[in-house]
């Protein structure tokens, strides 16, 4: 009798193995080195990093310090607060305004996961920075400013933050000055952050909301190119794709805030006209939104819609599914380029922001499939949403330190990472430590050109990356590949997120089968 029990367990175990392996598909025993859970906290903090305005008591990058505490007095305003997009000291709406969008969407899409991690707080406090200083710069309906400092001036000097005397003067959007993309970007970020709240902080959740439809209908009515009425973008971050997207974007955007149906129809009846059925992208960024737009307007139930409406969402499903294909390589002609250690490789300035933009809406789009039970449909052949996530792992891995460099791309992760990053605060002193006054070209003659690590460790940040051949050289002046922007790490936080839960869940079934 015991023999046969035996028999009946053992014989058990394998296809006991199989059915619990069949539910964790992408599980493999390399992966295991990664603890995304230690990358998802880490990518928060980094957020911590690029404050700017007087900082709270809980502030954990210790090295920093208040800064900016005077921004927008010349103009009579007060625009206190928000984040430095990059290694530099000017507060450039766009890049900001995306940055909250994303960070929402990942808080959106993976709130459980977050939480579990014990993350959540921390995620909420990120997105609050952006919003209440968005809230502080939409002063009027139809005014928002949207930049704080001279990019030009700020490059001449390399100083921290809480030392800068460069510029601050504050640029403003108008009905006689219209930056259609900014408005509509920061309306996005507030709408897609007033779902973040909605049941936590409802009075604050409809506050950004009341906001982000009045800076869409300024958008919308003062249509505009926003580096034409402030040229001081131009260069840094010029809007190559126009304000089509953008207006597309937060329209969907204000449709999953609001449920109401002007702003689906408005994305409906525009999407020829204004690219979104009709750009076939394989990229995704602060510049250009199309695949984003895409991915969220394929994602919407047609019960109810009519002949003409479910049309319209299978087209945009339609180029969502080429971005998805392209990034996958399984399009007849146009697919994303890969390097040579099968990094994703876009362009060559900061390649990593289009890696971490496109693992998201990979991330997404496979949640959306496997809840739906649906196949992508490539040109090529079909892919599960396995074989998506399998892709974004990948991804991560390279990133976090599997490539052929052996070094992780998030600061701070790992044993080897940057050192060097181009970054102004992080390069010099702490205030903290030093309150002696860096001046404009002393950070250059002192600072800049060390070949020492950094004295402050930028955790979290995510750098440019490596090149087209997967090389990377760790210098304070290589800026194309050592510099981090907030838009690189923002998308990552949702991602890490969904891993680290996955990773738990493999764990727990592997500690099942073994207790057998």
């Known amino acids: 009798m015991g023999k046969k029990r035996q028999c009946q367990c053992m014989c058990f175990l394998p296809h006991f193995l199989v059915l619990v392996l069949s539910l964790f598909p992408t599980f493999s025993m390399s992966e295991l080195i990664f603890d995304y859970g230690d990358a998802l906290s880490k990518s928060l903090l980094y957020f911590e990093a690029q404050r700017s305005g007087r900082l709270p008591y809980n502030q954990r990058m210790r090295w920093r310090h208040h800064s ?46 977050i939480a579990a991690a014990g993350e959540l707080r921390h995620a909420l406090e990120a997105i609050k920075w952006g919003t209440d200083y968005f809230i502080k710069a939409h002063t009027h309906p139809n005014v928002l400013w949207a930049q704080v400092g001279d990019g030009d001036t700020d490059h001449l000097c390399w100083q921290r933050p809480e030392d800068m005397t460069t510029s601050r003067r504050a640029y403003k959007l108008d009905e006689e000055n219209p930056g259609s993309e900014v408005a509509a970007e920061t309306a996005a970020a507030m709408a897609a952050a007033s779902i973040v709240f909605r049941k936590t902080n409802p009075h604050y959740s409809h506050l950004l909301l009341e906001h982000a439809q009045q800076l869409f209908e300024f958008g919308d009515k003062f249509r505009g190119k926003y580096d034409e009425s402030i040229e001081g973008a131009k260069g840094y971050y010029t809007s190559v794709s126009g304000y089509m997207d953008e207006l597309l974007w937060a329209a969907l955007w204000l449709h999953k805030a609001t449920d109401n149906i002007h702003y689906f129809n408005y994305a409906i009846q525009n999407a020829f006209s204004f690219g979104g059925i009709t750009w076939a992208i394989t990229e995704f960024s602060w510049d250009v939104k199309y695949a984003g737009l895409q991915i969220i307007a394929s994602m919407l139930p047609i019960e109810g819609k009519n002949k003409e409406q479910r049309q319209i969402l299978q087209e945009y499903r339609t180029k969502a599914e080429h971005y998805i294909c392209a990034c996958l390589n399984k399009n007849n002609g146009t697919n994303v380029q890969r390097t040579p250690g099968g990094l994703l490789y876009t362009r060559q300035w900061n390649n990593m922001q289009y890696v971490s933009s496109t693992v998201f809406l990979l991330t997404v789009y496979s ?36 490539n052929p460099m052996g070094v992780s791309y998030l600061v701070g992760y790992g044993p080897t990472y940057p050192k060097r990053v181009h970054h102004r605060a ?91």
């Open 367 to 402: 949640e959306h499939l496997h809840s739906t039970n649906q196949m992508l449909n490539c040109h090529t052949e079909s892919a599960g949403h396995h074989q998506i996530l399998s892709l974004v792992k990948s991804q991560v891995a390279y990133l976090l330190g599997s």
């Open 426 to 516: 992080a390069s010099m002193e702490s205030y903290r430590e030093s309150k002696v006054f860096v001046g404009c070209t002393q950070g250059y003659d002192y600072w800049y050109g060390r070949k020492d690590p950094n004295p402050n460790v930028l955790v979290g940040a995510l750098v440019g990356g490596p090149n087209s051949k997967d090389e990377f050289t760790d210098r304070r002046g290589n800026f194309v590949q050592t510099e981090a922007c907030t838009y690189n790490t923002a998308p990552l936080v949702g991602v890490f997120a969904k891993l680290n839960a996955l990773e738990k869940d493999n764990s727990s079934a592997l500690s099942l089968v073994s207790s057998i």
């Open 68 to 113: 900016g505490l005077t921004d927008g007095l010349e103009q009579g305003v007060d625009l206190v607060g928000g984040y430095y997009d990059a290694g530099d000291n000017v507060k450039f709406g766009l890049p900001m305004a995306f940055t909250i969008t994303m960070l929402s969407w990942g808080v959106i899409e993976f709130r459980d996961q």
